[in-house]
């Protein structure tokens, strides 16, 4: 039975009762009351148990506490994570699945990005559903299948149940950081270039594109993208249509039981950076920053292709400098000083290889099919100017130094995260043409 108090726009409510996982949705004003109702309509006769950190407990999590022990839902304590090094790693899902294995209540996760992830985690490795209460229009991960953890220095997705339900009050996402929500209007932007990378390998037979999860995305994205100074400002009604775009990529990702929806090229940028390690003035930029200028370096090489004559593609020149699987780990070795990293490589580069026979198949059909694939991206895509106007009036980063990455190293990230993940994107078409050096360096001239 949904939460009494919701009034879901259309789209969310649909995507809601094709949910697989989520059952209950909440997105409103002052709906941190209703916790209590929400609760005990998905688990009846058992009591609740609050994870969160330090701000998201200020924000949220002392008054969901409060609402849940009037009725007697809480018997525990809230679990307040203190450690300043707080991240989406494993070593924090075993400290919360050791925490969650003293009782059989149900978690509720207060917070946005990480705390969902390892409580999703970690509730899944204790064999139970949980709640989610979000702080901030952040990430798309609220309604998502799987978390997206680092384990052994390489940012994996851990497949594992969405909530059963999620709370998100607008009040409380309207006072977040404005880099907060910042981030979320980054991440779904992201969607954009995601799709487009999903346009490729649907057009070459890699990923056939889910219509019904394609929908989910995209038939409401641009609307919740359309104000970004109104994300900026705080306005609610700019960040109740973000949050809902946010809401519907989880969904879509519930749907289809993998981040393909919602993660293209752009993210794999972000899951490089954050395998090495990086911060900027010692601080670890949050995964919208780092995905905003991921999407930004993604949509301008597929400008590259779209301005590229590739019905006349060579395909005898793109075959002959296409190197064997032993000549990819080989260049994984000498490309990444980190062992885990070139681990990862190596697996990625294993199952994503193809043989030359197959190669000239899939350029064959990019080669026949290359005017229609061109309109649908150009039909799809936004163009790079107007992509930058939006992200910088929401406040998210537009320029690579902003996070702390030299133009150098975002020349080396477009060739380097090619190799961390099988998913095919732009920057597997690129480097199939045999012309991924070209489209690169046309970037940084």
């Known amino acids: 039975m949904p939460t009494q108090n919701t009034q879901l726009d ?20 002052g709906n941190l009351q209703f916790a209590a109702e929400m609760f005990r309509n998905l688990f009846p006769n058992k009591t609740a148990f609050i994870i969160a950190d330090q701000n998201t407990y200020k924000a949220a999590g002392e008054t ?14 809230p679990f307040i994570i203190t450690d300043p090094s707080l991240y989406a790693e494993f070593r924090f899902v075993d400290i919360i699945t050791d ?3 003293q009782h059989n209540a149900i978690p509720v996760a207060v917070g946005s990005g990480t705390i969902n992830d390892l409580v999703k985690l970690a509730s899944h490795y204790t064999n139970r559903p949980y709640m989610c209460v979000a702080t901030a229009a952040s990430m798309d991960g609220y309604t998502a299948y799987g978390a997206s953890i680092t384990k052994h220095g390489s940012k994996q997705t851990f497949f594992c149940p969405a909530p059963r339900c999620v709370l998100a009050d607008l009040d409380v996402i309207c006072n977040a950081p404005k880099p907060m929500n910042a981030s979320g209007y980054a991440d779904l932007m992201a969607k954009v270039t995601a799709g487009a990378d999903w346009i490729i390998a649907d057009a070459l037979g890699f990923e056939p594109i889910d219509q019904n999860v394609w929908a989910t995305v995209h038939d409401s994205l641009m609307q919740a993208l359309e104000d970004p100074q109104g994300v900026q400002r705080g306005d609610s009604i700019a960040l109740e249509k973000l949050t809902t775009g946010l809401m519907m990529g989880g969904f879509a990702m519930q749907a289809h039981q993998t981040s393909r929806p919602a993660s293209g090229a752009e993210h794999q940028f972000s899951h490089l950076w954050d395998m090495q390690h990086h911060t900027h003035d ?50 994984a070795n000498n490309t990444f000083d980190i062992d885990d990293i070139k681990t990862v490589a190596h697996e990625e580069l294993k199952i994503k290889h193809i043989l030359t026979p197959q190669l000239k198949v899939v ?83």
């Open 10 to 29: 259309p789209v969310l409510q649909k995507a809601l009762a094709a949910a697989n996982d989520t059952k209950d949705l909440s997105v409103g004003h």
């Open 64 to 77: 969901v506490y409060q609402v849940l022990s009037q009725v007697g839902l809480c018997e525990s304590e």
């Open 99 to 101: 925490v969650l294995k």
């Open 282 to 331: 010692n601080i670890t930029p949050s995964h919208g920053f780092k995905v905003s200028i991921g999407t930004i370096a993604s949509t301008k090489l597929h400008q590259a292709l779209i301005s590229d004559n590739l019905e006349a593609l060579d395909i005898d020149a793109a075959l002959q400098k296409y190197p064997t699987i032993k000549d990819e780990i080989e260049l």
């Open 363 to 445: 350029l064959t059909t990019l080669k026949n099919n290359w005017p229609l694939i061109r309109t649908k991206l150009q039909n799809h895509l936004l163009d790079a100017e107007t992509l930058i106007a939006k992200l910088n009036g929401a406040g998210a980063p537009t320029t690579p130094q902003q996070i702390g990455i030299t133009p150098q190293r975002l020349h080396d990230t477009y060739h380097e995260a090619r190799m961390i993940r099988r998913r095919f994107t732009v920057l597997d078409l690129a480097f199939m043409t045999g012309k991924m050096n070209t489209y690169v360096d046309s970037l940084f001239t």
